[in-house]
């Protein structure tokens, strides 16, 4: 499902946090939101999971505006994973990730055979399975961002946004989980800092800075030694990946940048 962001403007006391932010993310993209830090990436993603209302624009998901839908039906569409999300009660790992069919029962219906399977298949699919019986409050903080994951992957979402979701994990879950996101059938739009993780995982990368979007293209079209020096105020020398082809940074502590 195509995801589509319009002229996006959110303003608090009179500073525009997001300013006009037009960016699209086709049908099964994976889409990277990236810039320093308060450059409006999180607030953009607040706005396609309803948490902020912007001022002006709209958010649109297979051409429908996604705040005309009711709650239930935008849940079923988007799911989100936030810098914040966490658990406060110590469910266990299997029944909060089964917390992900949430928007398509009614009451306490239990789950149905389907329903179990994907349960299973996602906490495989991050490697849970282990820790199924475990309670989420005793995991360590990498552990619990999984779950999170695995949840947003029960829930079935044709959209997910996902905000820095590589912090907390090591090396092996960060690319695991980046893998995984480019084999879904999801339209992805997902927050990082690391460039090269970046430039590895997304189809397309959008560059944020001070609200407004500043660049927008594939991984070797925006991510240029010039941008990085603009930007993020970083000398970086742009190399091929070996293997890949594809840009990947080295970086340079330079001062004068």
């Given at each position: ?7 996006l ?35 953009a ?15 649109l ?12 039906e ?31 029962q ?36 990498g ?6 994951v ?25 690319i ?6 480019r ?75």
């Amino acid at each position: 499902m195509e995801l589509e962001l319009t002229e996006l403007t959110v303003r608090i006391k009179g500073r525009a946090l997001v300013d006009r932010l037009s960016l699209r993310a086709g049908a099964g993209e994976v889409v990277g939101l990236v810039g320093p830090n308060g450059s409006g990436k999180s607030t953009a993603l607040r706005c396609v999971y309803g948490a902020l209302r912007p001022i002006s624009g709209t958010v649109l998901a297979g051409g429908e505006d996604l705040r005309a839908l009711p709650l239930r039906e935008r849940a079923r569409r988007v799911a989100a994973l936030t810098q914040d999300g966490s658990v406060d009660l110590d469910f266990t790992v299997e029944e909060v990730v089964a917390l992900g069919r949430a928007p398509h029962q009614r009451g306490t219906q239990a789950l149905s055979v389907r329903e179990q399977g994907l349960v299973r298949a996602a906490m495989r699919r991050l490697d849970l399975l282990a820790l199924a019986d475990r309670g989420v409050l005793t995991l360590s903080g990498g552990e619990r961002q999984r779950v999170l994951v695995a949840r947003a992957l029960v829930q079935e979402p044709e959209i997910i946004v996902l905000d820095e979701p590589t912090n907390h994990l090591d090396i092996r879950h960060q690319i695991e989980l980046l893998s995984l996101l480019r084999g879904t059938r999801a339209t992805v739009l997902v927050v990082l800092h690391d460039l090269n993780l970046a430039a590895a995982a997304c189809d397309r990368i959008g560059v944020l800075r001070g609200g407004a979007l500043v660049a927008a293209g594939t991984p070797r079209e925006v991510l240029t030694a010039e941008l990085v020096a603009d930007v993020f105020k970083v000398a970086a020398r742009i190399v091929p990946h070996p293997e890949t082809g594809g840009p990947q940074l080295l970086y340079t502590l330079n001062p004068s940048v």
